[in-house]
């Protein structure tokens, strides 16, 4: 199965807009739209999260408004905004997985980045994984596990291997639409619903029934809940979907008040020291981060102010009423609660991303068993979990935040409890992450994040006559412009640490005798295409930028 690695610049061609064809951005965002409208049908309380983080992300919003005038968002742009930008599937079999890439491919979604997320420590499992999502100006990415069926002892391969050869997934519809896309290059538009329909109607669709109790119970006893998950279910049903927010910190607050576990007192301190430390850390480049749609043009004719304690109070209020109207009273709803604390940085270190969750809940399961009986049992798997975006950090910047954050990690248990002085717990966190700078100038300066840049109109107007050639300079004079590049894939320390807590426990060893070794070279055999570093991406555009800043500027190296 070994096949070499490709440069991505070899990529086979990715299905783009075409005469006659469906566009494949379209098609990603109708079949997320979709999956989440099914996935709040299925689940009252992910469709409560929704509403409680679209009404954080409008009071967000609001403060922004006051300290940039000029800068307004719709609300329908706001709604837009706070969609689901990721989610998570689980395969059980090469060849499953291989359809999985196939269709993923005619929405013009690449694999980006191998994870091997059965050698992360404390908190592994038997998966490996690729996180499909556009190459250029992605919006969305589907974490796609595969179960390393080799990881188990003889006995329980077996019996897994014998469940998953017995189910089909994928539908001859689904099958028939993919191929056809791949003959012609692309979709008809009722071809793309077709095909989408089949996606949310089977391929991805919780259906509630599973199969062969005794295995199930064999998985989940021995530690191994992923791979029941897995390997007794009837279809590569969501796991999760994730929101984005503008301010994790008001969302985390919002929904532990909306589920009744902390009172509105509480609650309001929460929220206002979120809105406070979001103003705090609030400047253009915060803005361009999190709204895509801005210019750099824009954000420079908008005003600056510094919303006082009254405003955010005044905010406060507001939030409080509006999350007191029936739809947020998530209380009334069967939940499990939501996670202790928020993976990721703190909420002043702007790298990577910061995640999230309610945890999962018990939902009805009816097994079929292999002699036609059934047995009535609950599976706990599908959770809610919320991100927020942040900038994409160098190598030299993940080794720094891995430094950090495992000596975060280490020092947990003695950390105040997050349940009794938050804001204790939120400051002996940040102590940890303070060696990583806190804005996108100074994390550009120390090379820890990839930034864009280009030509400004003063800059231009002094092409060739430039003091210096130094790119860092050139931004602090104003001859050039650099937008810092957001990290757009998947962090396996936050995710394993929200699988560990929804799962109440925390990582998995092999029992097989010859644990297996399953690379990058392998997983991109069963794909059938080669897997996109992204950190190469990355890099790729961060050089491009320089280079033709050079250009445009007519200087010489750029620094």
């Not at 499953?96 to 980006?112: C, K, N, Q, T």
């Not at 009837?234 to 503008?246: I, S």
């Not at 604390?341 to 270190?349: I, K, L, R, S």
């Amino acid at each position: 199965m070994n096949t070499p690695s490709v440069p991505a610049s070899k990529l086979q061609h990715t299905p783009s807009a075409r005469a006659g064809f469906a566009d494949p951005r379209e098609m990603q965002n109708r079949l997320f739209a979709q999956l989440s409208a099914n996935f709040a049908k299925e689940v009252p309380l992910y469709g409560g999260s929704l509403d409680v983080n679209l009404a954080c992300n409008l009071a967000a919003c609001d403060l922004l408004a006051q300290a940039f005038p000029g800068f307004s968002m719709t609300a329908d742009r706001i709604e837009e905004a706070s969609g689901e930008r990721h989610g998570a599937i689980r395969i059980g079999t090469p060849e499953e997985y291989r359809w999985v890439a196939r269709f993923f491919h005619l929405f013009g979604m690449e694999p980006h980045n191998f994870y091997d997320m059965s050698r992360v420590g404390a908190k592994s499992q038997p998966v490996v994984a690729t996180a499909f999502r556009s190459r250029e100006r992605p919006e969305h990415r589907v974490f796609s596990s595969l179960l390393l069926i080799e990881y188990f002892d003889d006995d329980t391969r077996k019996r897994i291997e014998h469940l998953l050869s017995q189910r089909r997934v994928w539908t001859d519809r689904a099958k028939e639409l993919i191929e056809r896309g791949e003959r012609q290059g692309g979709l008809s538009s009722s071809d793309s619903e077709a095909l989408i329909e089949e996606a949310v109607n089977h391929i991805f669709k919780w259906t509630g029934t599973a199969r062969d109790f005794a295995l199930y119970n064999h998985l989940c006893d021995a530690g191994f809940k992923i791979a029941a998950d897995i390997a007794c279910f009837e279809a590569h049903h969501l796991n999760h979907l994730t929101p984005n927010t503008f301010c994790m910190d008001l969302y985390t607050g919002a929904m532990e008040y909306c589920l009744g576990e902390i009172g509105e007192g509480a609650f309001r301190e929460r929220a206002r020291r979120a809105l406070t430390q979001m103003i705090e850390m609030a400047d253009a480049d915060y803005l361009r981060l999190h709204f895509k749609h801005l210019t750099a043009a824009e954000v420079a004719r908008f005003g600056r102010a510094k919303p006082g304690p009254a405003a955010v109070d005044a905010l406060v209020d507001r939030l409080v009423a509006e999350l007191a109207k029936p739809p947020y009273r998530l209380a009334d709803l069967d939940h499990s609660g939501f996670k202790d604390f928020t993976e990721g940085p703190d909420a002043g270190t702007p790298v990577f991303l910061r995640q999230d969750a309610y945890k999962a809940l018990s939902e009805p399961v009816v097994f079929r068993q292999p002699d036609g009986t059934t047995v009535k049992a609950s599976h706990t798997a599908r959770f809610g979990e919320i991100e927020q975006r942040f900038f994409a950090a160098t190598p030299e910047g993940r080794s720094l935040y891995q430094r950090c954050n495992d000596a975060a990690e280490a020092a947990r248990d003695q950390m105040p409890d997050p349940s009794k002085d938050h804001a204790a717990f939120q400051a002996a966190q940040a102590r940890f992450y303070e060696p990583i700078p806190k804005t996108l100038r100074a994390l550009l300066k120390a090379g820890l994040v990839f930034g864009e840049y280009a030509p400004t109109a003063k800059g231009l107007a002094e092409k060739g006559r430039l003091p210096t050639s130094d790119i860092h300079e050139l931004v602090r004079l104003g001859y050039v412009d650099v937008e810092g590049i957001r990290y757009e894939d998947f962090l396996p320390v936050s995710a394993a640490g929200i699988f560990a807590s929804n799962l109440n426990q925390y990582g998995t060893r092999a029992t097989a005798a010859n644990p297996p070794v399953f690379t990058r070279e392998r997983m991109e055999g069963v794909i059938g295409r080669p897997i996109i570093e992204a950190d190469e991406e990355y890099r790729r555009r961060r050089e491009a930028s320089i280079v033709a800043t050079q250009r445009a500027l007519g200087i010489g190296a750029v620094g």
